[in-house]
């Protein structure tokens, strides 16, 4: 069930059955040569789709920016401050919670938002804790290629060139599901250079093209698509454990 093709009353109805919700969330920030500049927030969109084909889980609108200061020297990308980024999840929690979802996973697409994401749950816990109250919900994170066998398989279809930022699995995946948005280039070098993360200049003056460490030029539609599926069985499964997970007295 996806959230914003729902009535209020269709998920009045869910909350009789189900407390729990997926929250696709990433980024939009460039993703070198040919990758979207969409594609951290639509390769978690797109598992989460995948998985509500098969599976009675809801799904929430994707939250499709969060932190890329580091990729503003590129054209097209839009970023949040982690302190704006943190505010925004604790009011979409708040709002969900109010309603009675007690079990919110967010399906994570980008790994520069982790840190932000862990920082916006403990802001909202505190909430509870600091009022001597229990919270009355919890929060969960999962990279989409930490789901279960995701990473593993990612490793089996680019055992080189994989790399950190515009990878071939992430390209492969919306290469998949938007066939009609592949795009190409001649990468040179075909594995881009790799180091660390600081301030969009710096960023751009490391990484010329904008890829860290990947060769998307690996990437096809055929793989994936075999990440999808699995991601999207995997998701089911992490729902279904994080939903009986017992609650202590
Ligand atoms: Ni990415």
């Known amino acids: 069930m996806l959230l914003h093709l729902s009535t209020w009353a269709e998920i009045a109805q869910y909350l009789q059955r189900s ?12 993703h070198g040569p040919t990758g979207l500049l969409g594609t951290d927030w639509l390769c978690p969109e797109i598992i989460a789709h995948e998985a509500e084909k098969n599976a009675d889980i809801l ?10 200061q580091h990729h503003l020297a590129f054209a097209g990308t839009i970023s949040l401050r982690p302190s704006t980024f943190i505010a925004a999840i604790g009011d979409w929690v708040r709002s969900l919670a109010g309603h009675g979802f007690t079990r919110i996973l967010f399906l ?14 403990s802001e909202t816990y505190a909430d509870a804790s600091f009022a001597r109250q229990r919270a009355g919900f919890a ?3 999962c990279n989409w290629w930490d789901l279960e066998g995701v990473g593993e398989l ?14 071939p699995s992430e390209i492969a995946i919306t290469q998949w599901a938007l066939p009609d948005s592949i795009k190409h280039a001649d990468f040179a070098p075909p594995i881009a250079p790799s180091g660390p993360i600081r301030d969009a200049f710096d960023f751009r003056a490391r990484f010329p093209d904008g890829r860290v460490g990947s060769d998307p030029g690996l990437a096809t539609p055929a793989k994936g698509g075999e990440l999808v599926k699995l991601a999207a069985q995997s998701l089911v499964r992490e729902l279904v454990a994080f939903s009986s997970e017992p609650v202590p007295a």
């Open 59 to 68: 799904v929430a609108p994707t939250f499709n920016i969060g932190m890329a």
């Open 154 to 167: 990612a490793r089996t279809q680019f055992p080189e060139g994989h790399g950190s930022h515009a990878t």
């Open 139 to 141: 929060l969960k994170l």
């Open 19 to 30: 407390r729990v919700v997926v929250v696709p969330i990433g980024s939009n920030e460039q």
């Open 108 to 121: 994570n697409g980008h790994g520069g938002n982790i840190a932000s994401i862990e920082a916006a749950f």
